[in-house]
C-alpha cells in the first residue's frame, strides 16, 4: 500500500456503495442493496445478476448474498449464491462462491467493491465451459 | 504505519487534530483513530434542556482525501430518534453538503452538530416518519426522543 493513499474507512466506504447502489449504475445487468435498512454496520447485502444473453443463463436472473463483516473491504465478502446455477465456481451444495476458483476474491483488493464482484460473475457466466454448463431450473434455490 | 500516515497527513488536519485534543470543546470528544488518523471516533453529550439530554451518543467522522475543500465525512453510531438524522445515522445538515466552506473546521461541524440536537428541525427532514411525528404532535415525538436518548444513548 502506498503511504500517501488516504484509507476510506469501512463504514464510510459502505455507506458511498450503498448511495451508488440506491441511485443504480452502468446498464442494470447487476445491481444490489442492502438487507436491513437499520442495520447500523451494514453487514447484509443482496445482489442481483441477470444471465447474459447466448449463454444458457440468458434472461434469468440471479439472487446472490454478499456479507460484509467487521474486516470489508481489508478483506472480501462471504459470497453465496441464493438462486441455484451450476458454475465452477460455485459449491452445488451450498452455493457458496469459492474464492480459490474465483479469482477476484482469492486476489482481493481493498479498492474492489460490491459492483466489481457481481460484475465478475456476470463476466464468468460467460466464459467457456460456464456458458454452456446444463443448468437446474429457473428459480430454484440452494437450501441452506 | 501510523509514523507513515502521519508524516503524510496535511498541516491543517495535524493543527486540528491538536487543538482538538488539547482543548475540547464543551460537551464533545474527538480523537483520531491510531491506524487512520483521517477518522475520528467522536462522543457527542446531549445538550441541555434538549430531548436528548443525558445522553451520550457517539458519532465517526471521516477526512476525505479532498479535505478541506470537500466537508468531513460524519454519521450516529448511537440510534437516535431525529428528524434531520435517519436510521443509519446520516445527518443532513447545509454545511455538510452544499454549505460547507474550506473556512469551517472539524470542531465547527460537531458544533453544528450539537446544535441540530438542541433545535430539530422537522421542515428539512431526512427521517420522513419522525419529522411527521414532530410536525402533528411534538410533545409526544420529544418523549419519544427522550425514550430512545434512555435506551441507546445511556454512557455505556
Known amino acids: ?144 | 504505519m501510523a509514523a507513515s500516515c502521519n508524516s503524510n497527513l496535511p498541516r491543517r488536519i495535524i493543527k486540528e487534530t491538536q487543538r482538538l485534543l488539547s482543548e475540547p470543546a464543551p460537551g464533545i470528544s474527538a480523537s483520531p483513530s491510531e491506524e487512520n488518523l483521517r477518522y475520528f471516533n467522536v462522543m457527542i453529550l446531549g445538550p441541555n434542556q434538549s430531548p436528548y439530554e443525558g445522553g451520550l451518543f457517539k458519532l465517526e467522522l471521516f477526512l476525505p482525501e479532498d479535505y478541506p475543500m470537500a466537508p468531513p465525512k460524519v454519521r450516529f453510531l448511537t440510534k437516535i430518534y431525529h428528524p434531520n438524522i435517519d436510521k443509519l445515522g446520516r445527518i443532513c445538515l447545509d454545511i455538510l453538503k452544499d454549505k460547507w466552506s474550506p473556512a469551517l473546521q472539524i470542531r465547527t461541524v460537531l458544533l453544528s452538530i450539537q446544535a441540530l440536537l438542541s433545535a430539530p428541525n422537522p421542515d428539512d427532514p431526512l427521517a420522513e416518519n419522525i419529522a411527521k411525528h414532530w410536525k402533528t404532535n411534538e410533545t409526544e415525538a420529544v418523549a419519544t426522543a427522550r425514550e430512545w436518548t434512555r435506551m441507546y444513548a445511556s454512557g455505556v
Not at chain 1, 452502468?26 to 442493496?33: P, Q, R
Not at chain 1, 449463454?55 to 441455484?84: M, N, Q, W
Not at chain 1, 481493498?110 to 459492483?115: G, I, K, N, S, Y
Request: with cysteine; proline share 7%.
Open chain 1, 1 to 144: 500500500m502506498s503511504n500517501s493513499a488516504v484509507v476510506v474507512p469501512r463504514n464510510f466506504r459502505l455507506l458511498e456503495e450503498l448511495e451508488r447502489g440506491e441511485k443504480g449504475f452502468g446498464d442494470g445487468n447487476v445491481s444490489y442493496g442492502m438487507d436491513d435498512g437499520e442495520d447500523v454496520f451494514m453487514r447484509s447485502w443482496t445482489g442481483t445478476v441477470i444471465g447474459p444473453s447466448n449463454t444458457v443463463h440468458d434472461g434469468r436472473i440471479y439472487t446472490v448474498k454478499l456479507y460484509c463483516d467487521k474486516d470489508y473491504p481489508d478483506k472480501p465478502p462471504a459470497v453465496r449464491f441464493e438462486s441455484r446455477i451450476n458454475m465452477a465456481c460455485v459449491n452445488q451444495e451450498s452455493g457458496v462462491v469459492e474464492p480459490r476458483s474465483f479469482p477476484m476474491l482469492a486476489n482481493w483488493r481493498r479498492d474492489f467493491t460490491m459492483e466489481n464482484i457481481l460484475t465478475e460473475l456476470r463476466r464468468e457466466m460467460q466464459t467457456g465451459q460456464n456458458r454452456k454448463l446444463p443448468q437446474p431450473p429457473e428459480g430454484s434455490t440452494f437450501t441452506c
